[in-house]
């Protein structure tokens, strides 16, 4: 059974940078397509990046487009998610989840980071 645990998140001004982290275990994702979601509170989960098991191909919803950088390393079971010029309304719990690729909705879901982000 994978269990992913989110990792890096924290408080920090607007402007600033944070590199979330998504580590596995249990089992190897280097199969897997890997995805970042976010979830503030009172508003629906958004889907904002995903990259595929060969580290290839990249996902990223508009509203982190340009600013955000997803990557993988499959050696260390890890995936990355470098997000700079945050801004508050970037303030969620920012969650990881994988899945096959043939799969449509994710199999495995980690608990989630806090990111916070001041004015």
């Known amino acids: 059974q994978v269990q992913l645990v989110e990792s890096g998140g924290g408080s920090v001004q607007a402007g600033g940078s944070l590199k979330l982290s998504c580590t596995a275990s249990g089992g190897s994702v280097s199969t897997y397509t890997v995805g970042w979601y976010r979830q503030a509170p009172g508003q629906d989960r958004e889907y904002i990046a995903a990259v595929t098991a060969s580290g290839r191909g990249t996902y990223y919803t508009d509203s982190v487009k340009g600013r955000s950088t997803i990557s993988r390393d499959n050696t260390r079971n890890v995936v990355e998610l470098q997000m700079d010029s945050l801004q508050p309304g970037d303030t969620a719990v920012y969650y990881c989840?994988?899945?096959?690729?043939?799969?449509?909705?994710?199999?495995?879901w980690g608990q989630g980071t806090q990111v916070t982000v001041s004015s």
């Open positions: 989840a994988a899945k096959l690729p043939l799969h449509t909705t994710y199999d495995y």
